[in-house]
C-alpha cells in the first residue's frame, strides 16, 4: 500500500475510534507486529539503498505520528496509564485524621479532680479487687451486718470481691500515710444490681477523705459547697440530711437544689427541688481504729458521691448505660 494512503487512512479512522476498543484494534492493525506499517519496514532492508532511505525515512515519521495519534486518543476516550492513575498532588492539603472523643464521664472526672486539687487534694488510685475485710470489716460492717445487704456483691472467693465501693481505700490511705490529710479516690466499682436507666453493674464512685486536728462538719460542707459551685459553675443551695453508714458517725447526705428547675420542683428531682448526691459523714472512731490512727486525737470527714450521677446532670443525660455503650454517634455529641 502506498504509505501517503496508508496515512491517510490510518489517521482518519484512529481519529474515528469510538471506544478503547475500537481504538486497540486500530493499533494493532497499524502497528501490530502483522501490521501494515511493519510489514513495510521490515520489508525496508531488502530495498536498494536510495529507496531504502527515502521511505525509510516516512514510514518511521509515519510510525511515530500514529503513535503519537493513537495515545492522544487514548487519552481523549479516558484511558488512564499507570503514571495518570498514580499521580500524586504532593501539593494537596492532607488528609484530616478523624478525631477521638472523651467520654463524657472522664471529662467530668479531670473536673472532678481539677476542681479538688485546687482546694489541696492529692488524687489517689486505687484496686478495683478488694479483699472482705477491706470492703466491710474494716469500715465497721462485720460478717452478718445487716448493711452488707445494702451493697449486693461479686464475691470471687470468700476472701475476695469487686469493690463495692470506693471507701474502703480510707483505710487502705491512712495505714501508709500520717495525718494531716486530704485525698480524693475516684475508681470504679461493682454491684449485683440489675441495670436500668439509673443503675448499672459497674459504675463510678470519687471518695473524698480529710483528716486533721479539729476536723467538723463545718469543714464539710464548706468544701463541698465549693465544690459545687465549681463544678455547676453557679451558686448552689445544700442540706445535709441525716443518714446512717456504718463507717461515719453522724452520717449524712447532702443534696442541692435541682440544677434542672432551681428548686421549683421537675421529673428530675420527683418535684423535690433537691437532688441527693453523695454518701458522707465524720469518720467513725472505728476507721481510725483499723487504719492505726488515734480516734481521741483525729477527727475527720469523707464523702462518697456517683460519678456518673453527676455526668448524667451535668449533661443531662437521661440513660447511665449510654456512658458504657460506646456508641460513636452518643459520644461524638461531647
Ligand atoms: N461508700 C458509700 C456507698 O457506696 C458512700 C459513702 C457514704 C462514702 C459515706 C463515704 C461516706 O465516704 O462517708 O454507698
Known amino acids: ?70 495515545e492522544k486518543k487514548k487519552k481523549e476516550l479516558g484511558f488512564l496509564s499507570s503514571v495518570d492513575k498514580e499521580w500524586v498532588d504532593i501539593s494537596a492539603p492532607g488528609h484530616k485524621l478523624p478525631k477521638g472523643y472523651l467520654n463524657p464521664r472522664t471529662l467530668v472526672l479531670r473536673k472532678v479532680e481539677e476542681i479538688f486539687q485546687s ?36 464475691y470471687l472467693t470468700d476472701e475476695i ?42 459504675f463510678y464512685q470519687v471518695e473524698g477523705l480529710m483528716v486533721d486536728k479539729n476536723i467538723s462538719v463545718a469543714n464539710f460542707k464548706a468544701v463541698i459547697a465549693e465544690f459545687f459551685k465549681r463544678l455547676f459553675g453557679k451558686e448552689v443551695k445544700m442540706r445535709l440530711r441525716p443518714s446512717y453508714f456504718p463507717f461515719t458517725e453522724p452520717s449524712f447526705e447532702p443534696d442541692i437544689s435541682c440544677t434542672f428547675c432551681a428548686g421549683s420542683g421537675c421529673k428530675i428531682c420527683k418535684d423535690t427541688g433537691w437532688l441527693e448526691m453523695a454518701g458522707a459523714g465524720m469518720v467513725h472512731p472505728f476507721v481510725f481504729k483499723s487504719a492505726g490512727y488515734s480516734p481521741y486525737e483525729w477527727r475527720g470527714f469523707a464523702f462518697g458521691f456517683g460519678l456518673e450521677r453527676l455526668v448524667m446532670m451535668k449533661y443531662k443525660i437521661n440513660d447511665i448505660r449510654l456512658l458504657n455503650f460506646g456508641d460513636l454517634r452518643f459520644l461524638k455529641q461531647f
Not at 501517503?4 to 474515528?16: Q, V, Y
Not at 482546694?119 to 460478717?143: C, H, R, W
Open 1 to 70: 500500500m502506498n504509505l501517503k494512503n496508508l496515512r491517510n487512512s490510518a489517521l482518519k479512522e484512529i481519529l474515528g475510534a469510538k471506544n478503547l476498543e475500537e481504538l486497540e484494534k486500530l493499533q494493532i492493525k497499524y502497528l501490530g507486529r502483522k501490521g501494515e506499517l511493519t510489514e513495510i519496514l521490515r520489508k525496508l532492508k531488502d530495498m536498494a539503498e536510495a529507496q531504502r532511505q527515502k521511505i525509510g525515512k516516512f514510514a518511521n515519521q509515519l510510525k511515530w505520528e500514529i503513535e503519537g495519534m493513537v
Open 161 to 202: 470481691l469487686m469493690r463495692t465501693h470506693t471507701s474502703p481505700n480510707q483505710v487502705r490511705f491512712m495505714e501508709k500515710h500520717n495525718p494531716p490529710l486530704r485525698v480524693i479516690m475516684p475508681g470504679k466499682c461493682f454491684r449485683r444490681d440489675a441495670s436500668d436507666a439509673t443503675h448499672d453493674s459497674q
Open 119 to 154: 482546694l489541696g487534694f492529692s488524687v489517689i488510685d486505687s484496686t478495683e479487687m478488694e479483699t472482705d475485710y477491706y470492703n466491710f470489716q474494716a469500715l465497721n460492717f462485720p460478717k452478718d451486718h445487716p448493711a452488707r445487704d445494702m451493697q449486693d456483691t461479686f
